[in-house]
């Protein structure tokens, strides 16, 4: 039987407008009268995945936010991964030396920005509710645990930007998290990570857990359970890590598969 479900938001429950699916609140609800546990496994900061939901709606709800190096349980962080403060200058200098690309520096507290163009900070602010513009990224993080750093291509991330960050992988997690965006995390941090900790706190197996997603950095979740779902409109290589595919955000996709699935999610159900 699945007892903990595990859901990436954009490209996966989030539909192309970046809303939640019809229907959402009612399955959350039925999931919690049946103990069957649900985390929201996003690349986003935790204040903006928070904001989606409802107070009753996130007290049931875990947060694997920052593509896992930080899981929160109300507002609460229950697990981070800090980043090695000595090796974030030269890479971020890295990041600042390809055209166009621009650094996100993020804490538990708080995003850190250095660049003002409209059409940048206007797509941060739609991942990170806590954000801070300040000279010097690094000076204004210092108080702060850093956990992930982030590059910004709005060009083409995989093409240009990351080839780039590769060369740092001796040094951190790298990965593709969207088509504008890299992240790079410590060594060992990943989703997978983040759902593996969850599910050894809560006595769940991998046997007993479904994970949705669409990009390669829903990777690490596809190896930690036995139901991998792929929406339609995922990457081709996730696709093929996953062993079911459902229909794209778009199609709600999500909530289709977890009623499908009715007889193995609610035990009460019938097929």
Known sequence: MIRLIATDMDGTLLDSR???PEGFSGILRELKANRIRLAI???R??????AYFSREEAEDLFFLSE?????FENEQPLFFRELDPSLLPETIEAIRGIRGVHPVVCGLRSAYIENTEEFFVRNVKLYYQKLEVLPDVLDGAKSDHICKLAAFDAENAEQRTLPEMKRFSDRFNVVLSGRMWVDLMSHGTD??????VLQTRLRISPEETMAFGDYLNDAGMMHSCRYSFAMENAHPDL???CA???ESNDDNGVLNAIRRFRALILPEATA
């Open 244 to 246: 079911y595919q459902t």
């Open 41 to 43: 496994a996003s690349g």
């Open 18 to 20: 970046k809303q939640l």
């Open 191 to 196: 989703k997978g990570t983040a759902l593996r």
């Open 45 to 50: 900061q935790y204040y903006n995945l928070r």
């Open 239 to 241: 696709k093929k890590l």
């Open 67 to 71: 593509n896992g190096a930080a899981i």
